[in-house]
């Protein structure tokens, strides 16, 4: 047998890195984990973390107005986007900080560089040079915002990494595409005060997701004041002193402090030495992997967004917790992919489990929709103008809820929770006899005995 100078070697120190690193060190292996940038990833440093607070920052300009209906006056308000950004860094610090004391308990060997695959059991550390050899390799390193390169004046745009770090918070900026990170922070930017203006290229946003959500939220956004051009893309953005100039498809030239770019992330895998190693990689520079996460190479592992299956950190989590079952616990564990539970944090909030209606009706003959569109209890004080929308996708063959779909405030609370109910199967039935929670928005979920309507063999009834 040959020694090696550890048994796992991790590249990447996010999500799914710090995962199987931590919890193999904790096990006792002999673990090094490397990282480029910071540890937490995509998700802590610059993603879901960072932007949730921003959401947060964003939403007290409606909750003073809200509150006037309640009985109460609020002086003069004012935003420091600097001091948002201060606070933010410091508790990005701190939650890095337990990243690593995490790795540092369980003993890992922490190395801040980027690291590079030498061949099939050797990684090089960039800053030193320095090689090791492991009996194991996880590649977890990631995605990284798709730059757009064909589009003249790329350059002058920022993606969601800058967006996180922007000097001043600009009067105006143009956000082109219609995914999660566009959609949610056009709600941010515009909640702050930014004249806020979305751009994406198909018929409506959010195009994965069931159709009334979608319709809804872009409604919601509009009547808020952010601006939405749908079926239209720049054609080039060019500097015009202190703003930029954006030519549009169709609706011409437009005018911006800021243009930021949201159309998808591409796995993170360049230079990574992967051909060297003998792993694999599609058209889209994603690392090929079997339903363990295992490469073609059959000691290397990949987890997470550089694989392109499925890009959410507690699927990259998952997908670790199956490889150290797999490798460590002589327990071949699959990662299950099937009703994710995800929310959108724009404002209104989705949250939403299973199939949409659209997709439902594609593949089953009998669908039943359970809807239900009200003004939220808050609103009637407070005098905003918002609905709440709630929606029940059910096979009629064997009457198990397939789809849950919410647009509101809490979805993505609502959301976990209607996912452990998919995830077990539950029919219709379950729901039925489920006592409500007064008074919530959430009692909906239960109440709402009869179908709005059915759709057979694709035709609505
Ligand atoms: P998404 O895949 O969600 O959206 C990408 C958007 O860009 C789509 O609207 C897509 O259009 C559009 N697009 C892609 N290429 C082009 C092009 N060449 N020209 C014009 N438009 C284009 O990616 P995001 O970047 O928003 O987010 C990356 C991933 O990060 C998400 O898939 C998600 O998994 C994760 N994420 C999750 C969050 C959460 O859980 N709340 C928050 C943020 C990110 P089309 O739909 O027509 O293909």
């Not at 610090?93 to 337990?98: A, V, W, Y």
């Not at 030498?118 to 550390?125: P, Y």
């Amino acid at each position: 047998m040959p020694t090696y100078d550890y048994d796992l070697f991790v590249i990447g120190g996010g999500s799914g890195g710090v995962r199987s690193g931590r919890v193999a060190a904790s096990m006792g292996k002999r673990v090094g984990i490397a990282e480029e940038y910071r540890y937490g990833g995509t998700c802590v440093i610059r993603g879901c973390v960072p932007k949730k607070l921003f959401v947060y920052a964003s939403q007290f300009h409606e909750q003073f107005e809200d509150s006037a209906g309640f009985g109460w006056t609020v002086g003069e308000t004012s935003f420091d986007w600097a001091k948002l950004i201060a606070a933010k860094d410091k508790e990005i610090d701190r939650l890095e900080g337990l990243y690593r004391k995490g790795l540092e308990n369980a003993k890992a060997d922490i190395f801040d560089s980027r690291a590079e695959l030498v061949d099939a059991h050797t990684v090089r550390l960039t800053r030193t040079g320095q090689t090791f050899t492991a009996e194991h390799i996880v590649i977890a390193t990631g995605g990284t915002p798709n730059p757009h390169a064909d589009l003249p004046g790329h350059e002058l745009c920022i993606s969601s990494n800058e967006a996180f770090h922007l000097e001043k918070l600009p009067k105006s900026i143009l956000i082109a595409g219609g995914g999660y990170i566009a959609v949610e922070f056009a709600n941010i930017f515009h909640g702050l005060g930014v004249e806020t203006t979305l751009i994406y290229r198909g018929k409506e946003i959010l195009s994965r997701f069931d159709g009334d959500l979608r319709r809804g939220l872009h409604n919601a956004m509009t009547a808020k004041g952010i601006r939405i051009l749908c079926q239209d893309i720049i054609t080039q953005v060019s500097r015009d002193g202190d703003t930029l100039s954006v030519e549009t498809k169709e609706s011409g030239m437009l005018s911006f402090d800021t243009v930021m770019l949201a159309l998808g992330r591409d796995p993170h895998t360049k230079g990574l030495g992967l051909e060297a190693a003998g792993v694999k990689t599609d058209a889209r520079g994603a690392i090929v992997v079997d339903e363990y996460s295992r490469t073609s190479v059959p000691h290397i592992f990949a987890l997470g967004d550089v694989t392109d299956r499925v890009q959410l950190t507690p699927v990259a989590i998952h997908e670790a917790m199956c490889f150290i079952e797999t490798v460590y616990k002589d327990n071949p564990t699959r990662p299950d992919h099937d009703l994710i539970a995800t929310a959108v944090f724009s404002q209104p909030e989705i949250g939403t489990v299973g199939l949409s209606e659209e997709a439902a009706a594609a593949k089953y003959a009998e669908i039943e929709v359970y809807r239900a569109e009200f003004r939220p209890m808050k609103a009637t004080l407070s005098g905003r103008q918002e609905k709440m929308l709630m929606k029940l996708i059910v096979n009629a063959a064997d009457r198990k809820v397939i789809g849950a779909h919410i647009l509101g405030h809490d979805a993505g609370e609502m959301a976990q929770l209607l996912g452990i109910t998919l995830k077990a199967g539950c029919t219709k039935a379950d729901f039925d006899h489920t006592m409500a929670v007064h008074p919530t928005a959430a009692e909906e979920l239960v109440t709402m005995y009869n179908p709005s309507y059915r759709i057979v063999n694709g035709e609505r009834v």
